[in-house]
């Protein structure tokens, strides 16, 4: 087997930070919350280096190509789950669902084009779902993040803390519902993306 190539290394790493990064968010405290942020921040930041070096260099490998949208998914639809597991974000499963049904059905196509010796380049509808996804990660983690320190100055709610200071409502809103409607917004644009994808590629479930 050939030396793995540092744009693999930091794919390999990114996989590696997954489970890190699930219990970080799994113990549920301020300081891991913040921990399980950086993490996650460190993760996505490996996804833009591991392209720019193996395109700069020519180092791009079959196994880099295979690992590379694997580790995405692993990261993101990992941080879906652990999002519906905590309760107070009030994020239902059936989105996540929707989410990880795309993910296999896109999958599924490629695999059928590969068997075809047909090349499904990235397109651009699915450059922007993921983008979304990471985008709804980011803000979600910094609501938990302001939530679990609300609950460390004993605020029962963010609107106590709101009441108190004077700011909106609109605030209090945001921590306490915008986890829900980021989450279905991506919902929509993960499940428009794909469908997009299964209508521009659909001849290849023609028969030859």
């Known amino acids: 087997m050939s030396k793995i190539n540092l744009a693999n290394k930091l794919t390999l790493l990114r996989v590696l930070l997954v489970p890190v990064f699930i219990v ?18 460190a993760a996505s930041i490996t996804d833009f280096f591991d392209g720019q070096i193996a395109r700069k260099y020519n180092t791009i490998t079959t196994f880099g190509i295979f690992l590379d949208p694997l580790a995405d998914k692993l990261l993101i639809t990992s941080a879906f789950v652990c999002f519906v597991g905590m309760y107070t974000l009030s994020i239902p499963a059936w989105m996540v669902i929707c989410i990880i049904a795309r993910e296999f059905v896109i999958t599924g196509l490629r695999f059928i084009a590969s068997s075809k010796n047909i090349s499904i380049p990235a397109s651009i509808h699915g450059k922007f779902k993921t983008t979304s996804q990471i985008v709804a990660i980011v803000v979600i983690l910094l609501i938990i993040i302001i939530k679990a320190i609300l609950a460390n100055f ?29 989450m279905l917004a991506v919902t929509v644009l993960t499940l428009y993306s794909g469908v997009v994808y299964m209508l521009e590629h659909k001849k290849i479930f023609q028969e030859e």
Do not use: N, Q
Not at 24 to 29: A, C, G, H, R
Not at 161 to 181: I, N, R, V
């Open 24 to 41: 970080l968010l799994e113990i549920d405290s301020l300081w891991t919350s913040v921990a399980a942020f950086i993490v996650f921040a």
């Open 154 to 182: 004993y605020f029962t709610t963010p609107y106590d803390l709101f009441e108190l200071t004077g700011f909106s409502y609109f605030a209090g809103w945001c921590l306490l519902k915008l986890p829900y409607w980021l």
